[in-house]
């Protein structure tokens, strides 16, 4: 079975500032799908990016970019000018390349707090 | 609707109570996910329904754990002789294809007393 890892329980940074989000896993699939949610108070879980894996080039959305080793199994994510609204749980997911796979298999998330 | 919707956002439950939590995905969304979210942990996978066809309750973690999607648009999750270890957020997801594209509701907040 998958496994994701997340072993930065908490992270914090100041306004304007990058900080990186760190996300292992664990799988022996060639062909899978890698995600990281944004969770705010109001629980609702939001795509922040997705990588395929058999794209070698790192997935960019505006200020949040990927680190994608897969070799590694290494999956960070990147935030550049940190803003306070990007306070929340982000959680790395990991979803199967098998055709009929639909489940995604979540990490245990890391809270960001972002310092004004 | 705009979103995913679920009811209650909140229910409390005496130990042993039987409880359904309701799922209104987006219209039109063929694929539909339940997740249980425990307190300071990611979601698990409960079950997967393509329209009416539950295609995936591997998730589910005991016979007391029941979905159902009968017409293949809302769907209910209901659980049976409510435990205390049952306490969590159950979330909601629906996409227009397989897999791609979900969309969560807020999910609903269970506690069981």
């Known amino acids: 079975a998958q496994t994701v890892t997340q072993s930065q329980p908490e992270m914090s940074v100041q306004e304007a500032e990058t900080v990186t989000l760190s996300c292992t896993y664990d799988t022996s699939e060639s062909d899978y799908y890698l995600f990281w949610y944004k969770q705010p108070p109001s629980r609702q879980m939001i795509l922040v990016i997705r990588?395929?894996?058999?794209?070698?080039q790192n997935a960019t959305e505006n200020r949040f970019s990927v680190n994608f080793q897969k070799a590694a199994k290494s999956f960070s994510l990147k935030i550049s000018d940190s803003q306070l609204g990007d306070a929340a749980m982000y959680f790395c997911?990991?979803?199967?390349?098998?055709?009929?796979?639909?489940?995604?298999?979540f990490g245990q998330g890391t809270r960001l707090t972002i310092n004004p | 609707g705009a979103g995913v919707s679920q009811s209650p956002r909140y229910k409390v439950a005496k130990r042993g109570q039987d409880v359904a939590l309701r799922c209104d995905p987006i219209?039109?969304?063929?694929?539909l996910f339940w997740y249980q979210q425990a307190l300071g942990q990611g979601p698990e996978f409960l079950t997967y329904f393509q329209n009416e066809a539950q295609l995936d309750k591997s998730g589910l973690p005991s016979d007391r754990f029941f979905a159902e999607r009968p017409e293949g648009s809302v769907s209910t999750l209901k659980i049976q002789r409510t435990q205390q270890e049952d306490s969590a957020v159950y979330l909601c997801?629906?996409?227009?294809?397989?897999?791609?594209?979900?969309?969560f509701g807020n999910g609903t907040r269970l506690t069981v007393t």
């Open positions: 997911a990991y979803r199967s390349g098998i055709q009929g796979a639909q489940k995604l298999v």
């Open positions: 219209s039109g969304h063929v694929s």
């Open positions: 990588q395929e894996a058999y794209k070698q």
């Open positions: 997801a629906s996409s227009a294809r397989r897999g791609f594209g979900l969309h």
